[in-house]
């Protein structure tokens, strides 16, 4: 750890009885580890695509420059004369190569969906450019037609739909472009305050059509975690003196300070603060005892992302956080909330389990990090990757620390009892362990709980790190499966949390999808080790299990069925077929049977896609939805199909449900082992 001008030491002690805590599909088979893939070549990362170790005057400094510049970067980009790009943030390699994070205004309105990343060469020529959405912003209409007064109606009824306590609004109102689904649209979004039905602050944003009246989307901005109330031991902390009073205050980190709440949930709080230089006793009863878990938690965080990634706290300027603790009254979770840059734990049952370990702190930071980065929305898929960030920078934080009273590890809340029966909260080798995680990619889990629809991003991690099959690390015994019943080789978990975290910073949007978290991961697999190279490899074969992707050597390992004769797909027109006919195999289908479909269109949101298997019965692979608003079909889905024959005609059938697009299957195939 890096060295601090003042350090105290925490008391360690007895720690507390740890009672149950209360926490607010798709078939795998298992992989053998009697057949292990066999071990790939290290590769040494790439110096020069490295993060540079910026201090907060050099980031400020191209920030500055990258503002100077904002109105050629729009014309290099081809932006409209109403369009304006606001930089949020910039990443520089260690070969000169700058990451530009942009916000996006359209007439001056802020554009929701409308971020986007331009990289560029040391030369300042743009190299790539990932956005949130490739919606073009035309015909948005610049007039109003329903009152504000009837979105915020419309916003006050979502949160009481929710069972919010005190809901109320802050304002009126504010005009956006909605651009993040389907087409650009006027909107206004509102913000209900108050309290959640479990006491978390409310921030829950709802966007709604300017003309219709229509609402858009909703999602809620106070990010939740929970996890364990297990005490590190003795550490060492950063903290400041101001005469004879010591203050927990960390000025080797960005003044990160850690304060009472004393029972409330509004407010800052009250610094930590006494006469001598030692905090807490180990025991939940001494108020001391969270702030010193909540303080250790926060600096571990810091210097990991320092050490590791060349970021100097959460927005790289060297300005803390703060942490609040001792929030509510048996208040049994932990929160990030981006309007008091703060986390925020809450004391657990009985007041007797502060929420404030190591994994938990690390993850309610990062929400932090998340936020001002990608900045992923945090409701359907882009707010599964949210909660899986979060999961898998803590479990990085976990293991960078070292610690030998919490030994790094790949699970969630490991150290409290939280169901009764000593089992954690999620696993990342096997999410579905706890009941409803979930372990695989499929075409409906953005409309799952974003803790649960996090787990394939979490099993993808474990993977990336670990591989498949049975393990023990740390002394916890691990055994992960894969989606297509295949192994995976690890590249080790230095090597997948940068992976992760220069996808986080540098290509990851707002609105990225499991897909999108493939492409962005493979790129920055690509600029550190090569597309040749056994780590690039080894990320295709990860998203492969869990569903995502198809494996490095192109399929999966089987045998594959193809139909690459083209058909097209009417406009709003009845279903089309392509069939494949199996021939050959024995038995029935396989419980993962691997479905890459290859469809061109101009708006995808329009198509239903089912497989339907030889005994004539149908498996939806693809809902028609007015929010997904890309152009192509290009997945691999899973399908539990061991109902069918392997034998026999196999057909995609694929419908245009909306009119003024078109398209046609390309191609498709089946992967059967």
């Not at 198509?607 to 997904?628: C, E, F, H, M, Q």
Request: hydrophobic share 35%; glycine share 12%; net charge negative.
């Amino acid at each position: 750890m890096r060295p601090t001008s003042h350090r105290r030491a925490v008391a360690g002690g007895a720690l507390a009885a740890v009672t149950a805590l209360l926490a607010v599909t798709a078939t795998t088979a298992p992989a053998t580890a009697a057949d292990p893939a066999p071990a790939a070549k290290p590769t040494a990362a790439r110096t020069g695509a490295l993060p540079a170790d910026l201090s907060p005057a050099q980031r400020a400094a191209l920030i500055r420059a990258a503002e100077a510049k904002t109105a050629s970067v729009a014309a290099e980009l081809d932006l409209g004369a109403q369009e304006k790009l606001l930089v949020r943030d910039v990443v520089k390699d260690r070969d000169g190569t700058l990451h530009t994070r942009y916000e996006r205004t359209w007439a001056g309105l802020p554009v929701l969906g409308g971020d986007l990343v331009v990289a560029a060469e040391p030369d300042g020529t743009p190299a790539t450019v990932t956005k949130a959405s490739r919606n073009a912003l035309k015909g948005i209409a610049t007039k109003a037609e329903i009152a504000p007064s009837a979105a915020k109606k419309q916003a006050l009824n979502a949160a009481e739909a929710h069972d919010a306590e005190k809901a109320a609004t802050d304002g009126a109102p504010r005009q956006v472009v909605w651009n993040a689904d389907g087409k650009p649209v006027l909107a206004f979004e509102t913000v209900v305050g108050g309290l959640q039905h479990d006491g978390t602050p409310n921030e829950l944003h709802v966007v709604t059509d300017a003309a219709t009246g229509e609402k858009l989307h909703e999602w809620q901005a106070v990010e939740n975690g929970t996890g364990n109330t297990q005490y590190s031991g003795t550490v060492t902390l950063g903290s400041t003196k101001s005469g004879s009073t010591w203050n927990l205050t960390d000025a080797g980190r960005g003044n990160h300070r850690t304060n009472n709440l004393n029972r409330s949930t509004s407010g800052t709080g009250t610094l930590f603060s006494g006469p001598d230089d030692v905090w807490g006793n180990g025991l939940a009863s001494n108020t001391e005892t969270a702030a010193a878990d909540a303080a250790y938690g926060a600096q571990a965080t810091w210097d990991y992302y320092k050490d590791v990634h060349g970021r100097s706290g959460i927005r790289g300027d060297g300005v803390g956080a703060y942490s609040r603790v001792h929030y509510g009254n048996n208040y049994v979770n932990a929160f990030w909330q981006d309007s008091c840059f703060c986390m925020t734990y809450g004391d657990g049952a009985g007041n007797a389990k502060p929420l404030t370990s190591l994994d938990v702190a690390a993850h309610e930071m990062t929400h932090g990090l998340t936020s001002v980065t990608a900045k992923l929305v945090y409701s359907g898929e882009s707010g599964g990757l949210n909660e899986a960030t979060s999961d898998i920078l803590a479990a990085a934080v976990e293991f960078h620390e070292n610690n030998a009273a919490d030994k790094g590890d790949y699970l969630i809340g490991e150290k409290i009892d939280i169901n009764g029966n000593g089992t954690p909260l999620r696993y990342m080798d096997k999410p579905s362990r706890d009941g409803k995680s979930k372990d695989s990619w499929y075409s409906g889990i953005g409309s799952v709980d974003v803790h649960y629809s996090s787990g394939p991003a979490n099993h993808f991690f474990y993977l990336l790190s670990e591989g498949s099959g049975a393990k023990t690390v740390n002394g916890v015994s691990y055994d992960s499966p894969t989606a297509d019943g295949l192994p995976v080789t690890g590249i080790g978990r230095d090597k997948a949390a940068l992976i992760w975290f220069k996808a986080l910073t540098t290509k990851f949007t707002s609105t990225t999808n499991y897909a999108g978290a493939r492409t962005g991961t493979l790129a920055v697999a690509g600029e550190l080790y090569g597309t040749s190279s056994a780590e690039y490899k080894a990320v295709q074969d990860a998203w492969a299990g869990v569903a995502v992707g198809a494996r490095s050597g192109g399929g999966s390992g089987g045998t594959t069925f193809e139909n690459t004769t083209a058909v097209a797909i009417p406009d709003a027109g009845a279903a089309v077929t392509s069939d494949i006919t199996v021939t050959g195999r024995t038995g029935n289908a396989p419980a993962a049977l691997q479905v890459t479909v290859d469809i061109s269109h101009t708006w995808r949101g329009d198509l239903v896609i089912d497989l339907v298997g030889p005994n004539g019965t149908a498996y939806r692979l693809k809902n028609a939805s007015s929010s997904d608003s890309a152009d192509n079909v290009q997945e691999t889905y899973t399908v539990n199909a061991s109902a069918q024959t392997a034998n026999g005609t196999w057909k995609l059938r694929v419908q245009d449900t909306a009119r003024s697009d078109t398209g046609r299957i390309n191609s498709w195939k089946i992967v059967l082992p």
